[in-house]
């Protein structure tokens, strides 16, 4: 006879399951009791977003299952950005939840919210479990949604009656799902239209979002683009799918996109998406959006077609295999001669202006940070002006180089993510950039990096703004700077030494020599291969604005750039 | 007005998340009907939307777990190539559903 929650810790091993990130709680007890025993490792956030953010920064450095637990009520409550910020970036999550006993549901218990009901919008499945009987099957369908298809996740509410009940167990189940006629397979008959609207192609690009990453399929993608050598561009999911120094890789596109990106996606007549939902940060004003073109989108989730604007080809399927399957038909073609687009895409003339104003320190800084880096660094960016800032400088090939928070845009993302992707790869440099707001939305988590004694590197762009709120209120609301001052920040040197973490300043001035001096760039060597975590606070100027961008509303072509 | 017939699993949460895909786009549901149908469940909405959330609607509808077919049109029952059924790996984009519903889905 087994207890439930020692059915629901074997059934999570048997999912392969050795890292959770949780917080406990009343009604999750009886799980963390059994959880000594169970072979699975814990790691105790300081606040159950922090672990669903870990969870899930652990699932997007490996693209393994995360797992969070929370209690009941907050417990819970709690985890809810995360879900949602899992939901909306693909990322296999399984949360689970302890609940009040099943005779207290309905009853506004303590501590009880209806977790099922406010996940519904969130979860690509949830359950809420009534029986102790239903465990295993429960869990393997919990664990089989939250990685099949299209990745997202999931919730397991089980009150805790259910977990302290006992039964016989019979060991873990395998899942079995039930066919439906809408069910994806690769299909290989989109080819020959493709290769049609291909050849008709004066003007093709290729848009890479973190759908290839998702599906294994980066290898396949690189080869075929290398292939094609047609102006390719990623993003921000997609940035290190692509080599960099790759000839017709232009960068990032979007809203801060490089100026080349967002104007070959503008003029194209075939625009071919690997693997991104075209979120509207990438597309602009949707009715201006790549308005020549023809689109042929390779996507694995048919709900993420036509959001924007309908396509022409949709090539729905995992990107494993229909990768391979058009590569493999366009090497029978001749291919048209795409030289002089190609010139003119990636021509010098297209680069942005140099000028980065108020922010070219910040933007030294970066480059200099990024280029001590090994190749297989991991870069965990906040939300705000540094993750475009980090993103426009990121120049890895490490396809799970650069992790975000890109479609929820949540603040506080980056330090707990960063703890997850620290522990998925312990050998790994993992560089934490975080504004000074996002920073203190999870500072809490320093705890949890100091406890495991992780060498993580965080580095805070201190400009003591909510500074892209501020760059907005500067460009579009007459510089009326409403509640967006931090100018009263803690220092966040101090508040990392009384965690028992060493912390430094570097103060912008010190980026204005170029080349930046060897101490400066000594700091930042020793500051990366130091063993301990250790915190860098950059200090920016307050008024940095992020360049090029493409204000709401406009189309891609109507970049603005930093003034001289 | 446009119809839309979904047939799903009736486990947790699923009418539910039919249901939420209506909601979270502010649609009024003037009609709303949930029967037992063989061994699933289906049901039947009228709702005012463009030819556009149309196709995003019964792709929606379709990446939910327990749905089993999504009909933008006449119901099931009714045999008719008037009626857009998402059945097949390669959807058609939604300029292509939103006409054949128009012309034989109309409520």
Known sequence: ?564 | MQAFHIQYRNTQGTLMRILNAASRRGLEMPYVQATPVDHEHAVTLLLEVSPKQIGQLCRDWNAIVDVTRVRAGVPFTVATHAASEWTTPHLPASVRVAANAATGASA
């Open chain 1, 1 to 564: 006879m087994l207890k439930g929650s020692e059915i629901v810790l074997r059934c999570l091993r048997a999912e392969g399951v050795e890292l959770a990130f949780g917080y406990p709680g009343g009604a999750i007890m009886p799980l963390y009791d059994a959880l000594p025993d169970s072979g699975i490792r814990h790691v105790l956030t300081r606040h159950e977003q922090g672990a669903a953010f870990a969870a899930e920064g652990y699932a997007r450095a490996t693209g393994n299952v995360g797992v969070a637990i929370a209690t009941s009520g907050p417990g819970a409550t709690n985890l809810v950005t995360g879900i949602a910020d899992a939901k909306m970036d693909s990322v296999p999550l399984v949360c689970i939840t302890g609940q009040v006993r099943n005779a207290m549901i309905g009853s506004d218990a303590f501590q009880e919210t209806d977790v099922f009901g406010l996940t519904l919008a969130l979860t690509k499945w949830s359950r809420l479990v009534r029986s102790i009987e239903e465990l295993p099957a429960v869990i393997a369908e919990a664990f089989h949604w939250a990685r099949s298809g299209r990745p997202g996740p999931v919730v397991v509410d089980i009150p805790t009656d259910v977990l302290k009940a006992k039964t016989e167990f019979a060991g873990p189940i395998k899942f079995q799902p039930h066919p439906k006629p809408s069910d994806i397979h690769g299909d290989t008959t989109f080819t020959e239209t493709l290769i049609a609207l291909l050849e008709n192609a004066k003007r093709p690009v290729a848009l890479v979002g973190a759908g290839a990453k998702l599906a294994g399929a980066v290898e396949d993608l690189r080869e075929l683009l290398a292939y094609l050598q047609i102006p390719t561009f990623a993003t921000v999911h997609g940035l290190g799918a692509i080599p960099p120094d790759a000839p017709y890789y232009l960068g990032m596109v979007g809203m801060h996109g490089t100026r080349a990106a967002n104007l070959a996606l503008h003029e194209t007549d075939l625009l071919m998406v690997f693997g991104a939902r075209l979120d509207d940060r990438v597309t602009g004003d949707p009715s201006r959006f790549a308005p020549h073109a023809r689109i042929a989108h390779f996507e694995i989730d048919p709900s993420q077609l036509d959001r924007v604007r309908a396509c022409d080809l949709p090539v729905i399927g995992d990107l494993v295999e229909t990768i391979p399957a058009f590569y493999s038909a366009v090497r029978r073609i001749s291919l048209p001669d795409w030289t002089q687009w190609r010139a003119v895409a990636c021509g010098a003339d297209r680069a942005e202006p140099n000028a980065r104003g108020l922010a070219s320190p910040t933007i030294r800084f970066l480059d200099e940070l990024f280029r001590h880096l090994p190749e297989d660094s991991v870069i965990v960016a906040d939300v705000g002006q540094h993750q475009m800032w980090a993103a426009q400088r990121f120049r890895s090939s490490s396809p799970r180089g650069f992790i975000t928070s890109g479609g929820l845009g949540a603040m506080g993302f980056a330090l707990p993510a960063a703890i997850g992707v620290q522990l998925a790869k312990p050998n790994t440099t993992v560089v934490c950039v975080s504004g000074d707001g996002g920073f203190q939305i999870n500072i809490q988590e320093l705890a949890t990096v100091k406890r495991l004694r992780l060498p993580l590197k965080m580095v805070i762009i201190d400009n003591k703004y909510l500074g892209m709120v501020r760059q907005w209120q500067e460009l579009f609301y007459a510089r009326n700077y409403s509640e967006t001052d931090l100018s009263d920040n803690p220092d966040f040197v101090e508040v990392a030494r009384a965690y028992r973490i060493y912390g430094d300043h570097l103060d912008e001035d010190a980026m204005v020599e170029v080349p930046v001096n060897n101490a400066v760039s000594g700091m930042l060597e020793r500051f990366l291969r130091s063993p301990e975590p250790e915190l860098l606070v950059f200090d920016c100027h307050p008024e940095a604005n992020v360049y090029p961008m493409v204000p709401a509303g406009a189309a891609l072509s109507e970049m603005i750039f930093e003034q001289e």
